[in-house]
């Protein structure tokens, strides 16, 4: 099995077999923190990470079995592997002990091959548990990240969205998202310590970006412009790309950029990808309904008026003509008159489906009688059916009842 290096508290009254242990644990790599009793231990947690404490029982000022009741409190440090070495070797003792979280208890003198066992058996066992706790934390952080992406379609929303949750990621002072044609630098949202005016700067200074520059590493910024006065180091990043645009996003620290946080990044990325390519589409579709919105109002618009006109001088040539009327012009005047009439109602429909489309209109629901309904549409259909020879009859039930629409 191989040896994980990791930091050891050593917590013993007794200052000579402290600086042997910490010799022993030294050579194999491992970091040492030290302390003379229980009250100092609880301090050292305080101040450093620790993966796995040595506790001796007896000390003065906060014996061993105070310094597993008080972790027992501290959730944040309630984690950390404890071996009591003691030598006190009553089965008393080391029941009290396992019953207060202790993971192992050693004897002394302590038999070197089971301390190496147990060290290094324990520290891959706390990295195991460290690492499954980040990446839920991390899926937690994900999960929350979807949820704010997707509750939006609007582009600028989404990418004000992706942009803080990589700061906070990333502990980032000052942050950007751009895109990018062919033809244009096109500016969408900056945050943190900077303004328009500074983001306007850094992206034309990034006119010559590619994939290749854009990989996802902590740059040093040397002179160049930048986001926020006091940051040292940026990252770059190609969030989302279709055939016609691209879009980066730009993140600066104060320090280097740490190799967790980017990473974490990358996963971020992964979730905001179909978060641009929706908000993107739906703002490609949104132009298209406008513009289908625009053309519909433009041809009942253009058709309204000489239908007008049609309707018009139909009434009138049947007024003209009424002394002279025939059977079989009266016919032809009904279906010049209908077809008008049903291509106004067309028109009108139209109108209706622009301002449906738009928002502006607002339903009315009214009770209908069926009867009048049916006639209605028989009527329209009667003359097309006569001229073809066709038979048409309708039969309505006296018992239909109202509609409602």
């Known amino acids: 099995m191989s040896e994980m290096q990791g930091t050891i508290l050593i917590v013993d009254d007794n200052l000579d077999l402290q600086e042997i242990t910490a010799d022993w644990l030294e050579w194999r790599g491992h970091k040492v923190v030290r302390a003379n009793n229980g009250r100092q231990a609880l301090e050292k947690l305080e101040q450093h ?3 796995l404490m040595l506790l001796d029982i007896s000390m003065p000022v906060m014996d061993g079995y105070q310094v597993l009741q008080q972790l027992r409190d501290r959730p944040l440090q309630a984690d950390v ?14 029941v009290k002990c396992i019953e207060l979280g202790a993971a192992d208890y050693l004897t002394k003198p302590i038999k070197m091959p089971l301390f190496w066992a147990r060290v290094n058996t324990l520290l891959e066992n706390k990295r195991a548990r460290d690492v499954e706790r980040q990446l839920l934390l991390e899926l937690k952080e994900l999960q929350q990240i979807d949820r704010v992406l997707n509750a939006s379609l609007n582009l600028n929303t989404v990418a004000a969205s992706i942009l803080e949750a990589a700061m906070n990621t990333t502990g ?8 990018r044609t062919p033809s244009a630098l096109r500016y969408h949202v900056c945050a943190g310590d900077t303004n328009e005016e500074a983001a306007l700067e850094v992206i034309h200074s990034l006119d010559d970006i590619d994939d290749e520059s854009a990989n996802l590493s902590s740059l040093p910024l040397a002179d160049k412009p930048r986001l926020a006065v006091s940051a040292a180091h940026r990252t770059i990043m190609l969030l989302y790309e279709n055939d016609s645009r691209k879009y980066y996003m730009v993140l600066e620290r104060n320090e280097a950029f740490a190799e967790k946080g980017l990473s974490l990044l990358a996963r971020i990325a992964a979730h905001a990808t179909l978060a641009f390519q929706n908000a993107q589409l739906y703002s490609e579709l949104d132009l298209s309904n406008k513009a289908k919105q625009h053309v519909i109002s433009f041809v009942a618009h253009e058709l309204n008026t000489p239908l007008t006109a049609l309707i018009t001088y139909i009434q009138l040539v049947s007024q003209t003509v009424e002394e002279h009327k025939t059977s079989r012009l009266e016919r032809y005047l009904g279906v010049l008159d209908n077809s008008a009439q049903r291509m106004a109602k067309m028109v009108a429909e139209l109108n209706d489906i622009a301002r449906i489309e738009s928002g502006k209109m607002v339903f009315k629901f009214d009770s209908h009688d069926a009867e009048a309904l049916i006639d209605e549409v028989v009527a329209l259909q009667r003359t097309d059916f006569a001229s073809h020879e066709h038979l048409f009859s309708v039969s309505i039930p006296e018992t239909l009842p109202r509609l409602w629409g």
């Open 81 to 94: 592997p404890i071996v009591v070495m003691s030598a006190i070797a009553d089965m008393d003792s080391i």
């Open 172 to 179: 980032a002072v000052a942050g950007l998202i751009f895109g």
């Open 49 to 51: 990470t620790v993966d």
